[in-house]
């Protein structure tokens, strides 16, 4: 795939896709954010400001900003967490507020109009593969998927671990665990600082990727979106989901984007759809369709075994 225009749809299909993957993991102990936005705006500005001001390489800046994106969330989180419920929504929904005024007020990041001219990242010399440039998109592309096979990887193996267990042991019923001995806070708070770095981290790429960036852009609006990637594609399914979430709700407003009046009302429709209709998201449609398949396979069989009898 060469079109620059698809390469570009299916590269912020993985950078939304790590940011549901966050969402749901901060959702899978017991707790709703509206901040993530925020976070993934402070790896953006972060990045941008140590390349420009700093003079750092951006493989330099990546990192630096995911650890500057998690060490934000540790402080806040100490705070914030233990006000979980609505008071850890409200306190997070006032941060993505306070962290988008401060991007468009305080001068160094550039105020409302933003930071633009923020460059690419720097090539990569190969030992046998040559130059990588990132002059063009296909670069940019699976620079993209490797971030996103690193969450993936993570996410899966944390859930898979003891960690996870303590994780959903806190979603089911935080009184409960922490009677039998899981450390609630502590759980509550290493998930919601990882979810935050990779944030951090994916939004680096996002500054560097799009060359420029505007706080409007990691507003309240975008951490309901992120939202809506993860909850749509399934919570139940906390890396499927977001990444079917968001290949959807990526991919669906582009398509309408010449019909602008039309586009709301496609995506409304196609959100209270999936509500009614999928209960467990769009990663529970695929379980339906897989077990369907299954069900006529097993079916066939059967009926051939039946047939082989009667000869």
Not at 4 to 19: G, S
Not at 86 to 106: D, K, N
Request: glycine share 12%.
């Amino acid at each position: 795939m060469k079109n620059p225009y698809y390469l570009h749809l299916v590269t912020m299909v993985y950078v939304n896709a790590v940011l549901g993957m966050g969402f749901a993991l901060i959702y899978s102990t017991g707790l709703v954010t509206l901040g993530a936005s925020a976070f993934w705006g402070i790896g953006a500005y972060a990045s941008a400001l140590l390349v420009m001001k700093v003079g750092l390489t951006f493989w330099l800046a990546m990192p630096l900003s995911a650890i500057l994106a998690a060490m934000v969330a540790l402080v806040f989180g100490f705070l914030a967490i233990r006000y979980a419920g609505v008071g850890f929504i409200v306190f997070t929904l006032l941060f993505c507020f306070v962290v988008e005024r401060i991007f468009g007020y305080v001068p160094v990041f550039g105020g409302w109009g933003g930071i633009i001219g923020i460059p690419t990242p720097e090539p990569i010399h190969l030992p046998f593969g040559g130059l990588i440039d990132f002059s063009d998109r296909i670069p940019h592309y699976y620079l993209s998927f490797l971030l996103l096979l690193a969450a993936v990887i993570t996410f899966s193996s944390l859930y898979s671990s003891r960690i996870g267990r303590a994780w959903w042991a806190i979603k089911l019923d935080p009184n409960l665990a922490a009677a039998v001995g899981v450390y609630t806070y502590g759980y509550r708070l290493g998930a919601f600082v990882l979810a935050s770095g990779f944030a951090g981290l994916v939004g680096s790429f996002y500054a560097h990727y799009s060359m420029a960036i505007s706080p409007e852009a990691f507003g309240l609006l975008k951490s309901v979106y992120i939202q809506i990637y993860a909850i749509l594609g399934g919570l139940e399914h906390s890396v499927l989901g977001p990444l079917l979430g968001s290949l959807v709700f990526t991919v669906l407003p582009e398509i309408f984007q010449f019909y602008p009046s039309v586009e709301p009302y496609v995506t409304g429709v196609t959100l209270i759809a999936i509500v009614i209709f999928l209960p467990t998201g769009l990663a529970g449609l695929v379980q339906i369709v897989l077990r369907a398949i299954t069900r006529l396979r097993l079916a066939a069989r059967k009926k051939s075994g039946v047939g082989e009898a009667t000869l």
